[in-house]
């Protein structure tokens, strides 16, 4: 795998994300919490842009992003320009950073110890691309419930 794919797989579903998003019918059901949903699509897409600009930007880009977890899952009603425009931002931070990886850093051990024992660059990046489809999938689960 190079960094080219990679960032083609993470560019398709951040535009497909942008395409969840522009399909709800209304701002404020990116909010809401239907009976059974622990997160609504507004704080998912919150979370997937603070994990990307966190991993993706600060750690191997320097961009110098400090993540606020917490407020991923806590902010509300943040209107949906915004959010598009965060989406946005998301995506040229990974391309920029991306495509300055080499074949050789992608093999190289990822400078954070995520999970228990040390990974290759590539394989965080791979983990990253279906945490990513992961939630948009559930953020178009969460748009046709609501949408019925």
Do not use: C
């Not at 850093?105 to 040390?118: C, G, Q, R, S, T």
Request: avoid cysteine.
């Amino acid at each position: 795998m190079n960094s080219e794919v990679l960032i083609k797989i993470l560019e398709r579903d951040l535009n497909k994300l942008k395409d969840e998003l522009n399909t709800y019918t209304s701002e404020e059901s990116l909010w809401l919490l239907p009976k059974g949903i622990n997160n609504s699509a507004g704080n998912l897409v919150l979370h997937i842009v603070g994990n990307l600009n966190h991993f993706i930007g600060a750690i191997l880009g320097n961009t110098g992003y400090i993540r606020k977890r917490d407020l991923e899952f806590s902010q509300k009603n943040i209107p949906r320009s915004i959010i598009l425009t965060k989406i946005d931002e998301t995506i040229g931070v990974v391309e920029e950073t991306l495509k300055k990886l080499t074949s050789s850093d992608l093999i190289k051990a990822y400078p954070l110890l995520v999970f228990k024992e040390p990974m290759t660059t590539a394989y965080f990046l791979s983990h990253l691309a279906s945490h990513l489809a992961y939630h948009v999938g559930q953020i178009n689960y969460h748009r046709r419930l609501l949408n019925l």
